[in-house]
RNA sequence: GCCCGGAUGGCGGAAUGGUAGACGCGGGGGCCUCAAAAGCCCUUGGCCGCAAGGUCGUGUGGGUUCGAGUCCCACUCCGGGCACCA
């Protein structure tokens, strides 16, 4: 395609010249109103493919933008260079994952800045930086002194694949890790831990306060999964020494429990298993424990579909409401992790106990009548209390409350909140992250690495192999240490961080990292923070975004982030997927489409202006033979602005003359247009609404009378400043060329004057029963009596009428009339 | 199974209870040219009609309203999340 100018020299020349000019490096001490802008920092896995051009072509708008609004923007960059993918290049090549990393970074920033996208690089961070693992260090055992990082044995999920274990978050409810897809096993290690359920509470209740996409906030909830019960006590009967504590969030059905159960974990499981039951009980136990995730919930099309496997213990315990012994079970179905890892059980009300009821011919009996079409095993609606005693007759919510009063008078019972929220396993068996900077000294145990030791990092003379084993595990001049309290010999954890750990205070670096000797200092942190507006994948939803709140609440506990706010990100932008054949467009699927292909013809400017055109930024957008005609499309509105503003084929009147007032109107409502796409995020309909002002002008321009010159200036330039947070090299370049190489990033935003939005006269809509009849031009400040009366005389709404006078009359003047016969 | 989204021309989409289809892609026609490319102009939801015009039309069926793509109820399909959490 034949450009009307050099796309790529435009580009580059624009590029040096906004490094060069540091518009965007902002200052701690800048006076201006502050906005903090981000991007959710990307793994550097090479070259950018169109996900990240979409992402940092929406985060450098903000930036732009909010620049031009004047505002002190701080738009920093950096990597998230610890992880996998690194270390696995590294064994297949036999070298160091720094020197992939290193190598991919250097890629990565420089598509980014091809795309001129613009940021303050004195800020960057880098994970796998000594300074940044230092910090993370220190943040670790700031956590550690105050009880928030701990040390436990416990079963946890070990991918094969990864050779490391993983955190609940990171694996599938398929049972499969969330990275290489392998079937996770249950392994029962000791391992570190932070305590992220101290937070779950207002981890919860803080995000009614945040701006982010609804669904996002739900998944949060929905993890997090709070519940409200009570905990009480069964006994156990002839038993006086031994009570099952349960939790249950349905008192109510007290009535209905006819059996108990325990997880195969539970502690007391031993002591209620009497001896002519032992070996069945071991028997489940076993399976159940050595049983996959995948094998205890492969079954599980729907949750009522179970085999329910479980096995008698022996013991009875006394059901409280009724006084009836009833029989305790052991089973897999309930977790030895969640509330008291015992339940009572009520198969009329409950799915699962149904299911297991049927399975082992306990009996049923219903608490809440149905509804009287239902059909099938276990009702868990509302409906009214039968075969309840004193509870008889009310309905659900009410004999909740008695139930509970019921249970805290005669069975130790307490009201309890448990969440569904486990503590974030964060110990990974892994090479390519940041060491924990504990040592383990046989005198004085669990030894935190002094301040002044840090960093900890891995010793570069590694062999990486494929025995998936972490080279740290095995180097001798790593592992052994001094103990730093008695000087005596220790070795050091030879465990690294969850990756997710540098990702949960990057934002807070970014804010400062010029003050020396401190991850920032907490005044600028508390400048800068929260981020304004954060921008990111939906993928992160949980995890990232999760983990990142919990460590700023955490940090400013600690004291490491004293005064600083304690939700980190105030909006949140969920971006939509690029898809090709139906899945997510990756380098892992193959699928690329890459972006540098079009630098030499549609430039980035082309590529930019058209991820924000093709749809909703929200939405996922395919890719499909029909999108390079997009693209040229929309490098197609940049050629025809250049050339007006070259005044090609342009004809030209003298002075001022009154049909010039409807292109000035339609500048303003332009300008009106894009600042509300702009605020709103809809940024397609921002872009349409300048190619219909190009359209106006061009036939303006080039049509009649032509252009009045000073108006058809104001125009081209009102352009140049509302494109260029969208497509700024060649709204820079025009804008430079017609303003003495003025920058046009360092204008103010244009603001529409509202004289010019309101029009003399416009089009009133006639309606008769609704339906559309006249369209009639009256003057917008149209009185009732005289806008009726124009409408009645028209005659297709007289035939609509049929001649009879409406029975009723509405008017939204000026823009519509509705005639009802 | 539960919870969230979504469904509008040939395609991407626009329309924050008031003119459905802005803008763009694609299609059709024309200008320019020896010819083509590029560029420019016109046209483009379906049906009836030579036309003027009429009529139908936002997944399906109901409802609220003077008026519904938009609000409410039920359903169908598609996408996503969660799924033994008691």
Not at 85 to 97: D, L, Q, Y
Not at 205 to 228: A, C, F, Y
Not at 434 to 459: F, Q
Request: aromatic letters at 10%.
């Amino acid at each position: 395609m034949a450009r009307p100018f050099d796309v790529e020299e435009v580009e580059l020349k624009w590029q040096e010249r906004w490094r060069q000019s540091g518009l965007y490096e902002v200052d701690n001490d800048d006076a201006r109103e502050r906005f903090y802008a981000l991007c959710m920092y990307p793994y550097p896995s090479g070259v950018a493919h169109q996900g990240h051009v979409r992402n940092y072509t929406f985060g450098d708008l903000v930036t732009r933008y909010q620049t031009m609004r004047g505002r002190a923007v701080l738009s920093p960059f950096g990597f998230d260079s610890f992880g996998l993918p690194a270390e696995n290049a590294a064994i297949k090549a036999g070298s160091h994952p720094r020197i992939f990393t290193d190598q991919r970074i250097g890629e990565l920033r420089s598509s980014v800045q091809r795309l001129g996208a613009v940021y303050d690089w004195r800020r960057e961070v880098q994970s796998h930086d000594p300074e940044y693992i230092k910090y993370s260090q220190s943040i670790f055992l700031k956590l550690y002194e105050a009880g928030l990082a701990y040390r436990a044995n416990a079963p946890v999920n070990w991918c094969p694949g990864c050779a490391t274990v993983l955190a609940n978050e990171q694996v599938n409810g398929d049972g499969t890790c969330d990275r290489s897809g392998d079937l996770v096993e249950r392994r029962n290690l000791e391992q570190w831990f932070f305590r992220i359920t101290n937070y779950a509470d207002e981890l919860l209740s803080e995000l009614d306060s945040l701006e982010w996409p609804e669904r996002v906030k739900t998944m949060q909830r929905n993890w997090i999964g709070r519940s409200e019960g009570v905990e009480f006590a069964l006994r156990v009967a002839g038993r006086d020494d031994l009570t099952l504590r349960v939790f249950t969030t349905r008192p109510d059905t007290g009535f209905g429990v006819t059996y108990a159960v325990v997880a195969p974990e539970h502690p007391l499981l031993g002591q209620l298993t009497t001896p002519e039951c032992e070996s069945q009980v071991e028997d489940l136990v076993v399976r159940a424990t050595n049983a996959s995730e995948l094998e205890r919930t492969a079954s599980s099309d729907a949750g009522a579909g179970l085999a329910k496997r479980g096995a008698f213990t022996g013991s009875y315990v006394i059901n409280p409401f009724t006084g009836d012994p009833v029989p305790v079970y052991v089973a897999d179905y309930v977790l030895g992790t969640y509330g008291t890892g015992a339940i009572m059980a009520v198969p009329a009300e409950d799915e699962r106990d149904f299911a297991f009821a049927e399975v082992h011919g306990l009996p049923v009996v219903r608490t809440v009548a149905p509804p009287d079409d239902f059909e099938g095993g276990a009702y868990a609606g509302d409906g009214i209390k039968i075969n309840s005693g004193f509870l008889d007759g009310l309905d659900v919510a009410t004999a909740k409350l008695r139930a509970r009063e019921f249970l805290v008078a005669n069975a130790e019972g307490e009201a309890r909140v448990n969440y569904r929220l486990r503590d974030w396993l964060v110990s990974r068996q892994r090479f390519w992250g940041c060491p924990i900077p504990i040592v383990y000294c046989a005198t004085c145990g669990t030894v935190p690495v002094p301040e002044s030791a840090l960093p900890v990092t891995a010793p570069d003379d590694v062999t990486m192999d494929a025995t998936g084993q972490s080279p740290l595990a095995t180097h001798e001049g790593f592992r052994h240490t001094t103990c730093p309290r008695c000087g005596g010999s220790a070795t050091r954890e030879t465990d690294t961080l969850d990756t997710f750990t540098d990702s949960s205070w990057y934002f807070l670096r970014y804010t400062d990292p010029f003050t020396p000797n401190r991850p920032f200092d907490p005044a600028q942190a508390a400048k800068w923070m929260p981020v304004d507006q954060y921008i990111g994948g939906i993928e992160h939803a949980i995890l990232h975004l999760l983990y990142a709140r919990f460590y700023m609440k955490a940090l400013v506990d600690v004291g490491v982030a004293p005064g600083v706010t304690r939700e980190p990100f105030r909006r949140l932008f969920t971006q939509g997927m690029i898809r090709m054949d139906g899945s997510k467009m990756s380098k892992s699927k193959g699928n690329l489409v890459a972006p540098e292909q079009y630098y030499s013809t549609v430039g980035a400017d082309g590529l930019r202006l058209f991820h924000l055109f093709v749809g909703p930024p929200a939405d996922d957008f395919d890719w499909t033979d029909q999108t390079n005609d997009v693209i040229e499309g929309c490098a197609r509105f940049l050629d025809r602005l250049w050339r007006l503003a070259d005044y090609h084929d342009v004809r030209w009147h003298d002075a001022e003359v009154p049909a010039d007032r409807e292109v000035r109107r339609a500048i303003h409502k332009t300008i009106a247009k894009v600042t509300d796409g702009m605020e709103r995020w809809s940024y397609n309909t921002a872009v349409a609404a300048l190619m219909e002002l190009l359209n106006t002008l061009s036939k303006w321009a080039r049509e009649g009378d032509g252009a009045y010159r000073p108006l058809l200036d104001e125009a081209i330039d009102v352009m140049c400043q509302l494109l260029a947070p969208m497509a700024p090299h060649v709204s820079a370049e025009l804008w430079a060329r017609r303003h003495d190489d003025e920058m046009v990033h360092a204008t103010a935003w244009p603001t529409a004057d509202p004289d010019y939005l309101v029009d003399d006269t416009v089009t009133l809509v006639v309606q008769v029963a609704g339906k559309v009849r006249a369209r009639l031009e009256v003057a917008a400040d149209i009185t009732e009596a005289d806008a009726v009366a124009h409408a009645l005389n028209d005659p297709a709404v007289q035939a609509a009428l049929g001649g009879a006078a409406p029975s009723r009359t509405v008017a939204r003047l000026p823009k519509l009339v509705n005639f009802v016969p």
